[in-house]
């Protein structure tokens, strides 16, 4: 099996992410139609925004029949976890159309803290010990933290859009978060909870793609979560990442290779997961052996504004491995150069925040990042009214840029943004700084 020559592509999602691949799946000489959908304000520089929520299978179904759609691409998780592969692949009309993302069963890495830290259990996966909670365990819960050194490891087993981990520093603020997510706090995410020891170490961001047999190791990444420089302040989606990595260098990414790229693969197929998409490892770098903190069954935000951008050979061909079963066949090509974005997003975020603002300067910026490294904004929480961009969500746009070192990538960002702003603008001055 393999895709059309040129094939007309639906890419689900509308974040930084997906104007980050929305970029690269248009500058491929294969792609035909590119829909978005939803899509935002600078998706529709690359193809034509849809307006279709990526959760709304009956919508999404409607529109590949009757817009030709060869494949489709689904950015975030929320519409992996609900079975989006599965509804393909069960209804006669689709089954044909190609998905890249997981099964439901292989989603579950993502959708349960708890499935994932047992699948590591069962395969020797290495991560940190933990236990789970439910509802009404709330004192088993307490006395498993008692024997745990501080900080302590919350996490809600379900999604809760990239802010259902917490690390209390004491043994009374970790009862009291405790008490908080089996209380309500994460909402359904959290009538479980996870709690697992504090790993010492410096993260990072592994993103595997893979056709459920063969695999390929994209550019490792580093992100920052929490929202206040020198990592203060509440986790947010992230406000930052560059690539590549300067502590995972080639020996450590043998080990993770070795030691949870393969195993993961392995697992899968020994559980007869059907899994043709990206594995988002996280991961920590403890005096060089690597730990994993978690699975994503997707890209990464804003990991993907990095990842993408250092990839020169043809996307559609990964997707068309990923899916078609040829992923070895693939050769993978990256640029060499240094990639920094840095996330403007609006105030008060990630708490409650404004919409509608307008976003003033975005014309004085863009480049060809495949040409000698310059630097583009990729859109997040942005819509179009009339010939004006605003604002639509907490994370707002993501200034990339490639240059041949990381001093140069984010002084490039950095001066980007002076000449953008829109009203409440926030964003991180030390993004990269903890690598110097």
């Not at 502590?247 to 070795?258: D, N, T, Y």
């Not at 043809?314 to 899916?323: A, H, N, P, S, T």
């Not at 404004?354 to 990042?369: F, I, S, Y």
């Amino acid at each position: 099996m393999t895709l059309p020559e040129k094939v007309n592509i639906l890419l689900l999602g509308g974040g930084g992410r997906e104007h980050a691949i929305a970029r690269s799946v248009a500058a491929s000489p294969r792609c035909g139609k590119l829909y978005i959908a939803p899509g935002n304000a600078g998706t529709a520089l690359c193809g034509t925004n849809v307006d279709i929520e990526a959760a709304n299978f009956g919508a999404i179904k409607q529109f590949v029949v009757g817009h030709g759609i060869g494949l489709v691409v689904v950015g975030p998780e929320d519409p992996l976890v609900k079975g989006i592969v599965d509804f393909f692949a069960d209804d006669a009309e689709l089954k044909f159309v190609p998905v890249v993302g997981p099964s439901q069963a292989g989603a579950r890495l993502e959708g349960s803290k708890d499935f994932a830290k047992a699948f590591m259990t069962r395969h020797g996966i290495p991560t940190a010990a933990y236990r789970t909670f439910g509802r009404g365990e709330a004192a088993e819960g307490k006395a498993f933290l008692a024997t745990l050194k501080p900080p302590y490891v919350l996490k809600a087993d379900g999604l809760a859009a990239g802010k259902g981990v917490v690390i209390p520093q004491t043994l009374d603020e970790a009862h009291g978060e405790l008490d908080e997510m089996l209380g309500g706090k994460f909402g359904s995410a959290g009538s479980r909870v996870v709690v697992e020891e504090f790993l010492k170490g410096i993260e990072c961001s592994v993103f595997v793609a893979t056709d459920g047999e063969n695999y390929k190791i994209l550019p490792v990444a580093k992100d920052y979560k929490r929202v206040g420089e020198g990592d203060t302040g509440p986790n947010t989606g992230g406000m930052g990442a560059v690539s590549p990595v300067p502590f995972a260098g080639a020996k450590f990414i043998k080990r993770v290779e070795e030691r949870i790229v393969r195993p993961t693969i392995a697992g899968l197929a020994a559980e007869k997961i059907t899994y043709k998409g990206f594995i988002f490892i996280g991961l920590m770098n403890v005096g060089g052996d690597p730990y994993v903190i978690e699975y994503n069954v997707r890209m990464g935000d804003p990991e993907t504004e990095v990842v993408f951008p250092r990839i020169t050979g043809d996307v559609i061909g990964l997707f068309e491995g990923m899916v078609c079963g040829t992923l070895d066949g693939y050769e993978l090509k990256v640029s060499g150069q240094v990639a920094a974005t840095v996330v403007c997003t609006s105030g008060g975020y990630p708490g409650e925040y404004r919409k509608g603002l307008p976003v003033a300067g975005l014309d004085a910026v863009g480049g060809d990042l495949a040409d000698g490294g310059s630097t583009t904004v990729f859109h997040a929480g942005t819509v179009r009214k009339g010939d004006a961009v605003v604002t639509s969500g907490g994370r707002v746009l993501a200034v990339t840029s490639l240059a041949g070192s990381m001093d140069e990538a984010l002084a490039a960002s950095y001066a980007a943004i002076e000449g953008i702003s829109f009203e409440g603008m926030n964003f991180r001055r030390d993004i990269g700084r903890d690598l110097e």
